[in-house]
């Protein structure tokens, strides 16, 4: 009974000394190339500056997406004329961002107001689980109106996707700061 007792507070000292955890799973390794921007090359009727190593999807309607390959993520564009409709499109892209407040932990809204391109908007960062975590609107309130999401093909998991919001933020940020609308005869 005594090596009994010995060898129980034996083991509980030489447990007591670390403490035992599960390793965390890994989480991808991203490598995120220079940036090189470029001039929108298809015909829209607006132009902005893009990632030179993005993939152009063109698609109907003057819509567009941007993919980042190596990232497994798009910027979804779509495009609508404005036709005394300025309101219901804001009100639609509004609605659309909030559609995420289910898993978001906060949207934070950031407005833009160049005045010299006549290029109005807001950018709304969703930090959480959300399937979108960037949107944003621009406008020139009288013809053109433009609306962008980010999407990650892969599960929702903020904090291993955030490096890679953070690197592509930058790129939407420079779109909006370049964004230019063609005249066109509408």
Same mark, same amino acid.
């Given at each position: 009974?005594?090596?009994?007792?010995?060898?129980?507070?034996?083991?509980?000292?030489?447990?007591?000394?670390?403490?035992?955890?599960?390793?965390?799973?890994?989480?991808?390794?991203?490598?995120?190339?220079?940036?090189?921007?470029?001039?929108?090359?298809?015909?829209?009727?607006?132009?902005?500056?893009?990632?030179?190593?993005?993939?152009?999807?063109?698609?109907?309607?003057?819509?567009?997406?941007?993919?980042?390959?190596?990232?497994?993520?798009?910027?979804?564009?779509?495009?609508?004329?404005?036709?005394?409709?300025?309101?219901?499109?804001?009100?639609?892209?509004?609605?659309?961002?909030?559609?995420?407040?289910?898993? &978001?932990? /906060? #949207?934070?809204?950031?407005?833009?107001?160049?005045?010299? @391109?006549?290029?109005? *908007? $807001? +950018? =709304?960062?969703?930090?959480?689980?959300? &399937?979108? /975590? #960037?949107?944003?609107?621009?406008?020139?309130?009288?013809? @053109?109106?433009?609306? *962008? $999401? +980010? =999407?990650?093909?892969?599960?929702?998991?903020?904090?291993?996707?955030?490096?890679?919001?953070?690197?592509?933020?930058?790129?939407?940020?420079?779109?909006?700061?370049?964004?230019?609308?063609?005249?066109?005869?509408?």
């Amino acid at each position: 009974m005594r090596k009994l007792i010995l060898l129980f507070l034996f083991f509980n000292i030489i447990s007591c000394n670390k403490d035992v955890l599960p390793k965390p799973k890994a989480y991808l390794s991203l490598n995120y190339p220079e940036k090189a921007y470029e001039k929108l090359s298809l015909k829209r009727p607006y132009t902005f500056d893009v990632l030179n190593n993005t993939k152009l999807i063109n698609e109907s309607n003057n819509w567009l997406k941007i993919k980042y390959p190596s990232l497994k993520a798009s910027i979804d564009i779509t495009y609508r004329p404005v036709k005394n409709n300025l309101k219901e499109l804001l009100t639609e892209a509004e609605k659309l961002v909030f559609k995420h407040a289910i898993k &978001a932990d /906060q #949207i934070i809204p950031k407005d833009f107001n160049n005045r010299k @391109n006549k290029v109005y *908007g $807001s +950018l =709304y960062q969703i930090t959480g689980n959300a &399937a979108s /975590q #960037i949107q944003f609107h621009l406008t020139d309130s009288t013809h @053109n109106f433009i609306k *962008g $999401s +980010l =999407y990650f093909y892969v599960k929702p998991n903020y904090d291993s996707v955030l490096p890679a919001v953070d690197y592509i933020k930058k790129d939407i940020l420079r779109l909006i700061e370049t964004l230019e609308w063609k005249k066109t005869n509408i």
